[in-house]
């Protein structure tokens, strides 16, 4: 379980780019999360509930965008997307494969609230 540690680099992000745009209130994260990394979302949601607290972020509403893996074969060059698992190549069959990608976990964008505009 290493979801709360990269809640904690979601947060140390967030707070940076929020504290230097002025934001009193960070109301929406987009996290991109890809299918093949181990990242559980209810893991993150629970974590973000306890360490947010009394932040910028206390409240905030994560929205997890999971994309699907990208493999190409390296025998014949397909290009596959996958579904959960690891699969072989579906045109050949071939085991030689390699991720393209699938594994990402970013900050996709947030959205804040800044003093002036709750005035
Ligand atoms: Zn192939």
């Not at 709360?4 to 979601?10: C, D, E, P």
């Not at 970013?106 to 002036?116: D, L």
Request: aromatic share 6%; proline share 2%; hydrophobic share 35%.
């Amino acid at each position: 379980m290493h979801e709360l540690a990269v809640t904690q680099s979601i947060l140390e992000i967030v707070e940076k780019h929020a504290k230097a745009a002025g934001a009193s209130q960070v109301t929406d994260i987009h996290l991109t999360i890809g299918d093949l990394s181990s990242i559980v979302d209810d893991s993150v949601q629970f974590y973000w509930e306890i360490i947010t607290a009394g932040t910028l972020c206390e409240h905030t509403r994560l929205h997890f965008n999971r994309i699907k893996a990208k493999i190409r074969c390296l025998e014949c060059m397909t290009e596959y997307t996958l579904d959960h698992d690891l699969t072989p190549c579906p045109n050949c069959g071939s085991n030689q494969i390699k991720i393209l990608s699938g594994e990402e976990f970013q900050v996709e964008s947030i959205e804040i609230e800044t003093e002036s505009e709750k005035t």
